[in-house]
């Protein structure tokens, strides 16, 4: 955390930077690599070109809108990716991408610290019940999700079906 925050800091109060990193890349590396050898069992096919560069940026889309460092911001990315390219695809099936793109654009835009951003005002509107200061910021949060929301809710069909890697038939 130190070393996150200050690297110049960290290492005057006697931290070894150098070491820490090392340890950080080893070990993002073997979890890696653990990853991947799941996959390659689940699949049963490994090949480079499975790993395109639309995988690669999807999952970074899904770690921004989740919110970088918030381990349940991934399970909201990881929905985020999953739900709202089939909800685009439902909206216009020829424009699918520049829909998803038009509402990717608005959450980055409108929620730029993704769903922890979200999950904080919440919970100080909880913790604080209707005395909640209303910042700049937390302004701009609660319309952006009304927003998402609105948006979502008039163009959702009414015979929406759910993707059929989440509810059969």
Request: glycine share 12%; aromatic share 8%; net charge neutral.
């Amino acid at each position: 955390m130190a070393i996150r925050d200050n690297e110049i800091a960290a290492s005057a109060m006697g931290v070894d930077v150098a070491l820490y990193k090392t340890l950080a890349f080893g070990v993002s590396a073997g979890i890696t690599g653990i990853a991947g050898g799941l996959g390659a069992i689940a699949v049963q096919f490994v090949a480079p070109d499975s790993y395109t560069i639309l995988l690669a940026i999807n999952l970074f889309l899904g770690m921004v809108v989740g919110g970088v460092g918030w381990l349940p911001g991934s399970i909201v990315g990881a929905a985020f990716i999953v739900f709202v390219p089939n909800v685009a695809e439902e909206i216009s099936k020829g424009l699918s991408g520049a829909v998803f793109g038009v509402l990717l654009f608005v959450v980055i835009f409108l929620v730029p610290h993704g769903a922890r951003q979200v999950a904080h005002v919440v919970t100080m509107a909880i913790k604080n019940g209707v005395a909640l200061e209303m910042t700049d910021g937390t302004r701009k949060t609660i319309s952006a999700s009304a927003l998402v929301l609105a948006i979502l809710a008039c163009f959702i069909p009414l015979d929406f079906r759910w993707p059929a890697c989440i509810l059969p038939g």
